[in-house]
């Protein structure tokens, strides 16, 4: 296992680090029951951890006063920023991930109708653990004081109502893939 609290810290020098670290310790938790779920091996596991954990990295970079971040790029960057900085860290797997985690995706026709400033690429969740990873981020926010409470399926669903009803079947079809939250009613 990687030294991702070190890399963080690397990068959220002038930064505070505090609310990635907690939100990216969620959201990796999350992502670990989702592996056991599947009965995905050690080596996955160990992966979808340590990416979980820097999937926010791009969050140093960024413009957010409401989260004591004073950088230079809009929020919408981070993922790509993250990619960036994790690929310059020798660690691409992990930048897919990072890049490939807003809402449930993006394609490249979502960057153009919204007029994302990204630059203009599909970028989807692929392999298993971006998707794990991408599924897990929908259920936390980085809002300071609720970071470590687990949004209801139900929420995490509503709020992806106004970006297309494909995201939504998206979210359905990850949610029956991973088991998560059949057993306990929470739809
Ligand atoms: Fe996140």
Redesign the pocket.
């Known amino acids: 296992m990687r030294d991702t609290v070190g890399l963080l810290c690397r990068y959220f020098a002038a930064q505070p680090l505090e609310i990635v670290v907690t ?2 310790r969620c ?1 990796a938790d999350l992502a670990l029951e989702i592996a056991n779920n599947l009965s995905l091996s050690p080596l996955e596991r160990v992966f979808i951890e340590e990416a979980a954990l820097l ?2 990295i791009g969050v140093s970079q960024v413009h957010a006063p409401g989260l004591g971040l004073m950088g230079t790029y809009p929020y919408i960057q981070h993922g790509v920023l993250g990619r960036e900085i994790l690929e310059r860290e020798g660690l691409p797997d992990h930048g897919l991930v990072s890049e490939r ?1 807003t809402g449930v995706g993006l394609t490249r026709e979502d960057i153009v109708r919204q007029n994302l400033p990204l630059p203009l690429r599909d970028m989807l969740p692929v392999s298993l653990p971006e998707q794990i990873i991408c599924f897990a ?1 929908l259920f ?1 926010s ?1 809002k300071p004081g609720h970071l470590t409470e687990r949004k209801s399926m139900a929420l995490v669903r509503s709020k992806l109502i106004p970006f297309g009803v494909e995201k939504v079947e998206q979210f359905d079809r990850w949610r029956e893939q991973f088991r998560f939250g059949v057993a306990d009613g929470d739809v």
Do not use: L
């Open positions: 939100h990216s959201v999937h926010d985690h981020d936390y980085k």
